[in-house]
T-cell receptor, first 113, second 114 residues
Framework: AQSVTQLGSHVSVSEGALVLLRCNYSSSVPPYLFWYVQYPNQGLQLLLKYTSAATLVKGINDFEAEFKKSETSFHLTKPSAHMSDAAEYFCAVRGGGYQKVTFGTGTKLQVIP | DTGVSQDPRHKITKRGQNVTFRCDPISEHNRLYWYRQTLGQGPEFLTYFQNEAQLEKSRLLSDRFSAERPKGSFSTLEIQRTEQGDSAMYLC????????????FGPGTRLLVL
């Protein structure tokens, strides 16, 4: 079984401030973890993924995430928010050997000028 | 590489009608997935194909839903006798089918059942 919990359905940050979006996962097997971004009325775009290599994963647009097995977390960060980062972000987990990806309920990021 | 495409992008139908959606995956990808996303929720897995074989179906996929991928390329998702509860965004994704594979998503088809 696998699941994802995203803490905070809405997060607001000022432009230029640190972005932190929280994700905790549960998986009965070593997981693959993903962060996707979704702009209004569009599909999902992959930001970054963890596949058991380096625990600190760098993605597009200066986003990064750190896999912490002891905390079962995979939080997404960005040092400085930009107005174009306003979107909905989804954390997702896939148990190794399984094809089904389970998504969290999403966090809407608002960037305040 | 033109990415995953879906058609139509929007569909409005009356309750009880049948609808069919099409997904064209990235050309070299042999795995294809269907998800459903309702407002305020993350995508929920419906089914997936390895080439033309449908290998897994979610319990969400009731008897009114059927998916096909006849030649291992494009796929169709049909909903018969639509209900208002079927209103959602239907997302298609494809992947290469190797370990550590990433699923690439299309823009989705938004269905509204009146």
């Amino acid at each position: 079984a696998q699941s994802v919990t995203q803490l905070g359905s809405h997060v607001s940050v000022s432009e230029g401030a640190l972005v932190l979006l929280r994700c905790n996962y549960s998986s009965s097997v070593p997981p693959y973890l993903f962060w996707y971004v979704q702009y209004p009325n569009q599909g999902l775009q992959l930001l970054l993924k963890y596949t058991s290599a380096a625990t600190l994963v760098k993605g597009i647009n200066d986003f990064e995430a750190e896999f912490k097995k002891s905390e079962t977390s995979f939080h997404l960060t960005k040092p400085s928010a930009h107005m174009s980062d306003a979107a909905e972000y989804f954390c997702a987990v896939r148990g190794g050997g399984y094809q089904k990806v389970t998504f969290g309920t999403g966090t809407k990021l608002q960037v305040i000028p | 590489d033109t990415g995953v495409s879906q058609d139509p992008r929007h569909k409005i139908t009356k309750r009880g009608q049948n609808v069919t959606f099409r997904c064209d995956p990235i050309s070299e990808h042999n795995r294809l997935y269907w998800y459903r996303q309702t407002l305020g929720q993350g995508p929920e897995f419906l089914t997936y194909f390895q080439n033309e074989a449908q290998l897994e179906k979610s319990r969400l996929l009731s008897d009114r839903f059927s998916a096909e991928r006849p030649k291992g390329s494009f796929s169709t998702l049909e909903i018969q006798r639509t209900e208002q509860g079927d209103s959602a965004m239907y997302l298609c994704a494809s992947s290469l089918g190797v370990d550590q594979e990433t699923q690439y998503f299309g823009p989705g088809t938004r269905l509204l059942v009146l």
